[in-house]
């Protein structure tokens, strides 16, 4: 099973501002996926991140909002940009490795 | 695109009653589906996969293909059962979805 790391796991944002959340898993993996968790709502696929290519974005999704980097085998970061409070959610990373595996998530507000 | 659909929000149940989380899906194929669970303060995490038809901690759940349905049956709800629940297809190659979530209290 994958171990993932978060961080941070919380901020406390002002509006207009960007913030950079980083993932680091214990194992070498293909794809890395980063969710967003709305208060009180499901978990929503924002992007896929592949080793070496521009991440896969999902409907609704844009790379100027969310950019993506993966730089290696084992490390993603997510960056929310221009941050609004609409933007205040749960953020979580997860690889598939015969099941999905979840980082303990990054809880952002946005005030 | 696969989809689910967990008609109910809030699953309320006495401690010892039988539980069904409900899960339809709507798409043709053979879909691969997953139940994931997330307790209070923990990660989200794997319950049951539809092909191993295994019973994880009392819970199991059958694909009906005539019903396109994946409920999740328990049956004898525990207190510790409270949690958050999610009905999530594989969209793809390792690319899961959720659906909305059927929160369940078990009422002591």
């Known amino acids: 099973s994958a171990v993932i790391s978060q961080k941070p796991s919380r901020d406390i944002c002002q509006r207009g501002t960007s913030l950079t959340i980083q993932c680091q898993v214990d194992?070498?993996?293909?794809?890395m996926f980063w969710y967003r968790q709305q208060p009180g709502q499901s978990l929503t696929l924002i992007a896929t991140a592949n080793q070496g290519s521009e991440a896969t974005y999902e409907s609704g999704f844009v790379i100027d909002k969310f950019p993506i980097s993966r730089p290696n085998l084992t490390f993603s970061t997510l960056t929310v940009s221009n941050m609004s409070p609409e933007d205040s959610s749960i953020y979580l990373c997860s690889v598939y490795d015969g099941e999905l595996f979840f980082g303990e998530g990054s809880r952002l507000t946005v005030l | 695109a696969q989809r689910v659909t967990q008609p109910e929000k809030l699953l309320s149940v006495f401690k010892g009653a039988p539980v069904e989380l409900k899960c339809n899906y709507s798409y043709s194929g053979s879909p691969e589906l997953f139940w994931y669970v997330q307790y209070s303060r923990q990660r989200l995490q794997l319950l049951l996969r539809?092909?191993s038809r295994e019973s994880i901690k009392g819970f199991t759940a059958d694909l009906n293909k005539g019903e396109t349905s994946f409920h999740l049956k328990k049956p004898f709800a525990q207190e510790e059962d409270s949690a958050m629940y999610y009905c999530a297809p594989l969209q793809g190659y390792q690319k899961v979805t959720f659906g909305t979530g059927t929160k369940l209290q078990v009422i002591p």
């Open positions: 539809h092909i």
């Open positions: 194992s070498q993996v293909t794809m």
